[in-house]
Structure formats: structure tokens, C-alpha cells
């Protein structure tokens, strides 16, 4: 699957839903004026005159431009103010949709069986997909089986479960629900199934204006109050706009659903653990019992609420046609099961089996991988072939969740306690750049003694044995894994760390590579969490404006990999046709003197706003770039999944392949 086209067709949806949504506000604004003339007739009548028989009163006037203005006028504002509401309550991420729905933030270091299997298995679908690691919620007051992916971006996703999924799935079969979860972030459902919760609210608000004067009362008995009829009326009319909204949510949602399964299936490669959820929730139930279920019934993983009428507006294809889709051999029948009932829960001390991982066709034994050159498990890290990169992006495979998984289990004790506790995480930043020299090394542990605390010193100091040892092709993974924890961090506490973590990239007198991506990473991720930055929105739709800053990724990536002038030449000439753009005038190679850090960060910025065929065209550009020479070096990947990470685009780990 094309992730670029996944986008774009998301993209496209949404075009679909402003045309569903402006359908939906003209036939509600037809109606209420027509509820509206109506109602003025017969109140200006009945003022004016006392009629024995209503066939006396004066005919209805159908038209009345000022009063359809005024209508047309309510009804927008009321929508709009509405949508503009539920948007702004939303506006900080999958969190706030989550918490909505009554989710619990499961602590990144629990030691609960059930909680811990779920979060091995969220970071293990992370570190495969190349997405940072979400934050994980539970829904405890729910006993049905089912779960949700929500968020504008990568920094802000959720993955929420309610309990009953938690603690009823096996754990293959939870792979199989987080791997749909997943595909939903990495195809671009997630943003638009967000947004969509904000419009639909608006639309909803009618009918709630209908309860409010259905209950309203007259301060004149005698007068006939004509407020709970209005009621009444604008409660069809908000059922009307309920259909519409269940229309949007259907029309978004149900095709998405079936590639979602399908993502998931082609991940894991084990269509039995999702045919196995499936079955469960044809066998119990995926209802949800909170009373805002119907404004995100679109997220969730299965139908969250009733049966709507022959199903006709359902957001999800029947649970029979999705298991069919995956497993064609099902014997139709459903599997009766209890919340209660024991599963293989996977205890976080379990051993899992050893298998082997290709890269680039070799077996190697991954802990050599991890745990650093030497003895007799690996040389050295293998080189990386361009011609892997592009297809895997946003399209894991099943031996990137392989290789997840071993890698997971091979990490250091302290390194995997490390990613899971928010102030050890801050910890592992810092060991990841603290300096080997002795000197410098004491300077620096003082610095963040005085800055942040002696304990996060002392525990920096601590780890940095063990990320000395780790392979380099475990910094940017575990860096990933220790974003959840982050993200629980204070916003004192954040400012500290981010403060601190400036200061020792610098205190060396000079920013690395490596120090740049883990800086830009971690700055991405974190600092719309802490309000310190906006959700990135698209401003460019054609490659013209963004030629220089093109010139300027491409030209850090020649001269990264190079330092002959003429092989950096033909790195360049390489990538450069792979842009696509009409006007080559100002693509130009740049000298490595203006390929600086800073420099490159604006152009970053401004390349992340662009729409998903340039950053396609970019990235491709980038990938024959680093690989004119036949090979991807570390460096060179750092710095590729780094600009890969800044666009949005979700690179799973470089080199593992059939």
C-alpha cells in the first residue's frame, strides 16, 4: 500500500464530508424556516385576534426573505459556534477525545499483567512502524470489546482500548486490533476522524437547543406558549441532522475499516489473531456505555453503539463480512466469551522465542545489533539499500514487528525500565549525548544536577554504560520509546529537560548529526504537548516556492555521505530528477558551508508544510541521494529518517528486508 496515496485519498474525504456537512446545514436551514414561518403566523395571528376555528386564520406567507436571512443566519452561528467548541476542546490531541470518553492514561511503568502486555505491544507495533510511541488509554467502565486511534498528528495520537478488549484478547489477537489501530494513523484516518467529532457536534447542537424548549415555560398561563412546540420541531429537525451526521460518519468510515483490517493482516501477518477479535465481538458485545459514544462512533474498531435501522447507516461493514474478508475459511460461528475469563496475557518477564532477523538478506542475531558491535554475534551494522526505503515507509512488514520484537527483548534491563519512567527518560536523552570525555562528562552531569536534579544525574550517569554499548541502530528507536513517558512530564518539568537538553548539544562547542535528530525528534513530538508549538498545517500545494529548501535537504545529504567534491556531485545529480519540478533554475548544489544545522531545521519546517506528493517526490529525491553509491551509511539514515520524521512520514527501522 502507498502511504502517499493513502493520504491523499484522506485528503479527499475530506472533501466529501464539507460537501455532506453543507448538504446537511441547508435542508436543517430549510427546515426550521420552515418551522419558523409556521410558527410566526400563528403567533401573530393569535395576538392580534382570538380565532374560534384555525381554518379562519390568514393564509401562510411561504416566503419571507427577512426571516430566511435570520434563519440562515441562526442556524450557521449555531453551528458553527458549536463545531468551533467541540474543535477547541479537542485542539490538544487524541488525549482529550480519550479522556472524553472516560479513558484512563495508563502510567508508561505500570506492573499490572493486563496494562503491560497492552504496552509491549503498542511499543513493539512503535518501534516497527517508526511511529513515536502513543500514549496508551484505557476505557475502565467498558466491558465490550473495543478500541480507537485518535489524534491530529503522529506528537499527539492515542491508542485507547476499553477494558473488556484489554483483558479478553489474547495477545495475538491484540496485536492484531493495535495493528488496525495503527494503520489508521499511518493511512491519515486518525486527523480526519478528529475533526469530524468537532463538526458533527455542531450539527448535533439543534436538537439539544429542541430539549431546552420543550421544557420552556410560559410566565402567563393563559397565553399559549408556543417554545415546546418550536421544541418538538427543532428535535425532528436535530433528527435530521443526526441522520446526516450518521451519513458523514458512515461514508468516511466504512471503506477505511476494510483497509484497515487488511494493513493490519499484511503487518502482522497473522490474520487469526484480528479474525480471532472479530469473532469475540461477535460473540459478546462492542457497545459503549459513555453518553458521548455517538459523536466518535466513527474512531472505534467496531460498531460502539446499537444496530441502526437494517444497518443502513452503520460506520462499520457487518462483523461478517470483515472476518470473511481476512479469514474466507471462517465457519460463520462467533465465539462466546466471558470478560472474566483467563487469556495468554504475555507477563512482562515471559521469554519469547529467539528467531532471527534479515537485514538486507543476511540473517544476523538482532541482539548483536542492539547491544553493539563486537564478539561473535555481528562485525558490524550492515549498510542499508536505497531501493528499501520508499516502499516500507508508512507500510511496515512483518519482519519489521519481528525485528521489534526482538529488539525490545534484547535491550538492557535498564534501558527498558528506563523508557517507561518520565524522569529516567530524561535521563536516557541525556546519556544518549553525554560526552565520553572525562572532563566534559563531569561538567555535564553537574549541569543537569543544578538543572534538573541530582537524582536525574545520577541516573544519566548510571545508563550511560549500558547506551554506550547499544548499536547505533537502537538510539533513534529507543528515543521513540521514551517519547510516551515524556509526554507525562509537567510542563515545569519539560522546560527543564528541554532547557538542559539545548545546553549539553552545545556544551561541546560544536551540534553532531546524531544531536540534531534527537533534538529536532524530541522538540517535534514534545513541544505541541506542552503548547509550545501549533499543529503543522499544509501552506504549499505546488513544489515552486519549496525548490531552495529542496536543494538545501538534498546538498546536507550529498556532503553527509561524501567528502569528495565530485562523488557529493553526483550524490546530488542523482536525486535531484526524483523532485519532479518544472523549474530546476534554483536546484542547485550548495556548498557544505550553508547546509548548516539551523539551516537546515527552517527548511524542514517549511517542507512539513506541504502536501503529500512533494514530500514523496522529497523524500525519494533524498533516498537516491543517500544511496548513489549503492549503500545507506548510519549517518546518512540518522539524518534520512530524521527529515523523514519531520514530514510526517513514518519510516519503520532502515535495512530489515525479505
Not at 496494562?115 to 502513543?134: C, D, Q
Amino acid at each position: 500500500m502507498d502511504f502517499f496515496e493513502q493520504q491523499a485519498k484522506a485528503q479527499r474525504k475530506t472533501k466529501w464530508l464539507v460537501f455532506y456537512f453543507t448538504l446537511a446545514v441547508i435542508s436543517m436551514i430549510l427546515m426550521i424556516y420552515g418551522v419558523a414561518v409556521f410558527a410566526s403566523t400563528y403567533t401573530g395571528a393569535s395576538r392580534h385576534h382570538r380565532y374560534e376555528d384555525y381554518s379562519q386564520m390568514p393564509p401562510i406567507n411561504y416566503w419571507d426573505p427577512k426571516l430566511f436571512a435570520e434563519v440562515a443566519l441562526g442556524t450557521i452561528i449555531v453551528i458553527f459556534c458549536g463545531s468551533a467548541y467541540k474543535t477547541m476542546a479537542l485542539a490538544s490531541g487524541g488525549g482529550a477525545v480519550a479522556e472524553s470518553l472516560g479513558g484512563r492514561l495508563l502510567a508508561s511503568n505500570t506492573n499490572d499483567p493486563d496494562e503491560r502486555k497492552l504496552l509491549n505491544v503498542v511499543e513493539e507495533m512503535s518501534i516497527a512502524s517508526g511511529v513515536p510511541m502513543p500514549q496508551v488509554y484505557v476505557l475502565d467502565d467498558e466491558r465490550g470489546i473495543n478500541a480507537f486511534a485518535a489524534g491530529h498528528t503522529t506528537s499527539d495520537a492515542v491508542v485507547a482500548v476499553t477494558r473488556g478488549c484489554m483483558q479478553t484478547l489474547s495477545r495475538d489477537e491484540l496485536q492484531g486490533v493495535i495493528g488496525h489501530e495503527f494503520s489508521h494513523i499511518l493511512n491519515g484516518d486518525m486527523k480526519l476522524n478528529v475533526r469530524l467529532i468537532g463538526i458533527l457536534f455542531g450539527i448535533f447542537c439543534l436538537a439539544t437547543i429542541g430539549r431546552i424548549l420543550l421544557y420552556a415555560r410560559s410566565s402567563n398561563s393563559r397565553d399559549k406558549n408556543p417554545l415546546p412546540l418550536i421544541g418538538i420541531l427543532l428535535l425532528v429537525i436535530g433528527s435530521l441532522g443526526l441522520f446526516f451526521g450518521r451519513l458523514i460518519q458512515a461514508a468516511v468510515s466504512r471503506q477505511r475499516e476494510f483497509l484497515a483490517d487488511a494493513s493490519s493482516v499484511q503487518f502482522t501477518r497473522n490474520p487469526a489473531g484480528l479474525s480471532g477479535a472479530l469473532q469475540k465481538i461477535g460473540g459478546s458485545a462492542s457497545h459503549l456505555e459513555s453518553p458521548h459514544a455517538s459523536d466518535a462512533s466513527h474512531l472505534f474498531f467496531a460498531n460502539g453503539l446499537a444496530d441502526s435501522l437494517f444497518g443502513a447507516l452503520a460506520t462499520h461493514p457487518p462483523l461478517e463480512q470483515r472476518i470473511k474478508a481476512i479469514d474466507p475459511n471462517w465457519d460463520g460461528k462467533f465465539q462466546v466469551v466471558n470478560v472474566s475469563e483467563e487469556t495468554d496475557s504475555l507477563a512482562p518477564n515471559r521469554p519469547r522465542e529467539r528467531r532471527p532477523v534479515f537485514v538486507d538478506g543476511k540473517m544476523i542475531i538482532l541482539g548483536g545489533a542492539i547491544l553493539g558491535a563486537g564478539e561473535d554475534q555481528i562485525a558490524a551494522p550492515p549498510v542499508i539499500k536505497s531501493r528499501y526505503v520508499l516502499p516500507n515507509l508508512g507500510n511496515p512488514t512483518p519482519l519489521h514487528l519481528r525485528y521489534a520484537e526482538d529488539m525490545r527483548a534484547a535491550l538492557p534491563e535498564n534501558l527498558k525500565l528506563a523508557v517507561r519512567e518520565p524522569l529516567a527518560a530524561v535521563a536516557l536523552i541525556y546519556a544518549l549525548i553525554l560526552s565520553a570525555d572525562g572532563k566534559l562528562h563531569v561538567d555535564q552531569l553537574a549541569q543537569i544536577a543544578k538543572s534538573v536534579s541530582p537524582a536525574v544525574a545520577e541516573k544519566t550517569d548510571a545508563l550511560f554504560a549500558d547506551v554506550a554499548k547499544t548499536g547505533t541502530t537502537a538510539r533513534l528507536p529507543l528515543v521513540n520509546l521514551a517519547l510516551g513517558a515524556l509526554k507525562q512530564l509537567s510542563t515545569e518539568q519539560f522546560q527543564n529537560f528541554s532547557r538542559t537538553l539545548s545546553w549539553l548539544i552545545q556544551s561541546d562547542g560544536e551540534v553532531g548529526l546524531f544531536e540534531f535528530v534527537l533534538q529536532k525528534i524530541v522538540q517535534r513530538h514534545l513541544a505541541p504537548k506542552f503548547g509550545a508549538a501549533n499543529p503543522v498545517t499544509v501552506q504549499f500545494y505546488t513544489l515552486k516556492p519549496l525548490v531552495p529548501d529542496c536543494a538545501l535537504i538534498l546538498s546536507a545529504l550529498a556532503n553527509v555521505g561524501s567528502n569528495d567534491a565530485g562523488e557529493i556531485q553526483k550524490a546530488f545529480d542523482t536525486g535531484a530528477p526524483f523532485l519532479r519540478t518544472t523549474d530546476d533554475s534554483e536546484l542547485v548544489l550548495q556548498p557544505d558551508e550553508r547546509c548548516g544545522i539551523d539551516q537546515v531545521g527552517v527548511a524542514l519546517d517549511r517542507l512539513a508544510q506541504a502536501v503529500p506528493i512533494i514530500k514523496k517526490n522529497l523524500l525519494e529525491a533524498c533516498a537516491h541521494v543517500v544511496g548513489a553509491d549503492g549503500v545507506i551509511q548510519e549517518s546518512e539514515a540518522e539524518l534520512l529518517r530524521a527529515i523523514s520524521d519531520t514530514l510526517d512520514c513514518p519510516m519503520p527501522p532502515l535495512g530489515v528486508t525479505e
